[in-house]
């Protein structure tokens, strides 16, 4: 039996250093709050306001350390909220998506494509992916138990050496499924 633990990924965004700079000062470091399940990842004690052109989130969570780009991870249900219809993205690829704008305490910015839902995706380390004969890219079908299991399908492996063994769904997904920080899902194919 492949067994693999559920992480659940709320709202979130992903700054790049400029980003950073303008929405909180020339030279500002984010400040670690809490370690995430990827190693060198973090959530930041720091949060910022994003508006869309139906509605706002206030205190959406920067996660660390910064990026190239700068990128929001919404669900579905978000994204009605805040007016934007972004496509279903693995992380980083966000050509053609939609942009928004960004407020900080010590500033604001619009970017014009970073928005996106974030695809159903599990991390492996190269020796998990190796043992269970898993191909970077590879499209997984995973099933989740409960009182509400299912089957998700199109689940995207993303196979690195520095992974570690986590399946990332979002809040929408998590609130299908029963499934919570910690369960544990089981790879089908």
């Given at each position: 039996m492949k067994q693999v633990p559920v992480g659940v990924s709320a709202r979130h965004i992903h700054l790049s250093k400029e980003h950073i700079e303008a929405l909180?000062?020339?030279?500002?470091?984010?400040?670690?709050?809490?370690?995430?399940?990827?190693?060198?990842?973090?959530?930041a004690e720091e949060t910022v306001a994003v508006i869309g052109t139906k509605g706002k989130f206030d205190k959406v969570r920067i996660l660390g350390p910064a990026r190239g780009a700068t990128q929001l991870e919404v669900s579905r249900t978000d994204a009605f909220a805040l007016g934007v219809n972004p496509p279903v993205r693995e992380s980083g690829n966000i050509e053609g998506t939609p942009g928004i704008k960004i407020v900080g305490p010590a500033g604001e910015i619009e970017?014009?494509?970073?928005?996106?839902?974030?695809?159903?995706?599990?991390?492996?380390?190269?020796?998990?992916?190796?043992?269970?004969?898993i191909q970077n890219h590879q499209s997984l079908r995973v099933r989740v138990g409960?009182?509400?299991g299912l089957v998700f399908e199109n689940v995207v492996a993303r196979v690195h050496e520095t992974y570690a063994l986590d399946m990332h769904i979002d809040t929408d997904e998590a609130n299908a499924s029963g499934a919570k920080t910690g369960d544990m899902a089981e790879i089908l194919d």
């Open positions: 909180f000062g020339k030279g500002y470091e984010l400040k670690e709050m809490k370690a995430l399940s990827q190693p060198g990842q973090f959530a970017i014009d494509k970073g928005v996106i839902v974030a695809a159903r995706h599990i991390h492996f380390h190269t020796s998990d992916a190796e043992k269970w004969g409960g009182e509400r």
